[in-house]
């Protein structure tokens, strides 16, 4: 069975800490792994990988993916309250799922809390 | 541009009453729908997918149903909720560039009482 694992579940830190989120996998046929940022409501896209070993930057969020080890990492660094959000990891399973663009099997999610 | 709507936002339903949620798509054509429930703990799971009118498909065994009567609406029901039903629904949809392009609705919080 395919699976997302995230760890750890819930993480408080204090501004300025750096974080790191962990995201391992198991799927049959992995195509990418994305990461979002759930605040309230809907998700919102951070970062998408495919390759292992190339690191996405966004600001003071980045990521990076090992596919010979199946997991991806998310660092956030300086936090600030507004990075208090759960922090989602989803891979693409690809064709299992029929169509032409796969279906994302989502971790239970990181809850990060930032207090000042 | 693109924009997805999924109404209503928060909804108390008694156990066996029917329950409708609605999400529609604007700004493009044929997209893949999806329908995801987040259960406290459980992480999002999907529901239902569709990459079609009339074409869905079933992940999980529910008490749930979805049709697609337009390209662009996605429908969840059910004839009767159960306690179990209870959670936070997510409407989504996928174009041809993948899930880089992939939205959410902003969500309902459905509590089945």
């Known amino acids: 069975e395919d699976k997302v694992v995230q760890s750890p579940l819930s993480l408080v830190v204090h501004e300025g800490d750096t974080v790191t989120l962990n995201c391992s996998y198991e799927v049959t046929n992995f195509r990418s792994l994305l990461w979002y940022k759930q605040e309230k409501k809907a998700p919102t896209f951070l970062f998408m990988l495919t390759s292992s070993g190339i690191e996405k930057k966004s600001g003071r969020l980045s990521s990076i993916l090992d596919k010979k080890e199946l997991f991806s990492i998310l660092n956030i660094t300086a936090t600030q309250t507004g990075d208090s959000a759960i922090y989602l990891c989803a891979v693409d399973a690809g064709e299992n799922y029929g169509g032409s663009q796969g279906n994302l099997i989502f971790g239970k999610g990181t809850k990060l809390s930032v207090k000042p | 541009s693109q924009t997805i709507h999924q109404w209503p936002a928060t909804l108390v339903q008694p156990v066996g009453s029917p329950l409708s949620l609605e999400c529609t798509v604007e700004g493009t054509s044929n997209p893949n729908l999806y329908w995801y429930r987040q259960a406290a703990g459980r992480g999002l799971q999907l529901l239902f997918y569709?990459?079609?009118?009339?074409?869905i498909s079933s992940e999980v065994p529910q008490n749930l149903s979805a049709s697609r009567p337009q390209d662009r609406q996605f429908i969840l029901s059910s004839k009767k909720l159960l306690l179990s039903d209870s959670g936070f629904y997510l409407c989504?949809?996928?174009?041809?560039?993948?899930?880089?392009?992939?939205?959410f609705g902003q969500g309902t919080r459905l509590t089945v009482v």
């Open positions: 569709s990459v079609g009118i009339g074409q």
């Open positions: 989504a949809w996928s174009g041809e560039q993948g899930w880089t392009e992939a939205f």
